[in-house]
């Protein structure tokens, strides 16, 4: 997994959100995507995992699968959203930066999930059936954060410090 990203860097405070557009067990488990964005001034700037045989992308060999841009416009139909202060940001940005590559067992609802766990330290968990991650599991964790927690929005984010370690989610 050499080479670097060619994302673009943040210097803070950002407004860091997990998004899924479908929740639970409705959906199969190949259903649906899961996404970051990041917000920034008045900029918000939309990240996600994409295997390069899909009819959106294109098949950029080495370089990292993860796409700038491809989410905007979506609907999400769960989201959570985290203030980062400029440490949290510099953990964003050295994430974003190294390649990532797309599989079966490593998806766009895995990469979201584990950013968020380096980057934030809470565990939205998207493990489905035989562990397999996928983002029906990953909404209906974010679904449940909101229910559970103090809801958020894109302008009310909450702040990592204020849910403990203790109260992450696990599947």
Known sequence: MAGKSKAPTFSGPVVL????NVVGGDHSMRSGHAWITVKEGDKTVYF?????????TVDNKEKTDVRVGLEAG?????????????????????????????????????WASHLFYQVVGVDVDADDWFSVETPRELGSSIRE????????????PTSPGEEQASSSLTG
């Open 17 to 20: 959100g997990i998004h899924s």
């Open 48 to 56: 996600g995992l994409w295997p390069d045989g899909h009819p959106r």
């Open 74 to 110: 979506r609907k999400a139909a769960a989201s959570r959203f985290y203030r980062l202060g400029k440490a949290r940001t510099q953990r964003l940005n050295s994430f974003l930066q190294k390649r990532r590559g797309w599989s079966v067992t490593y998806n766009c609802s895995s």
């Open 145 to 156: 954060l909101e229910n559970n927690k103090k809801s958020t929005t894109r302008g009310s």
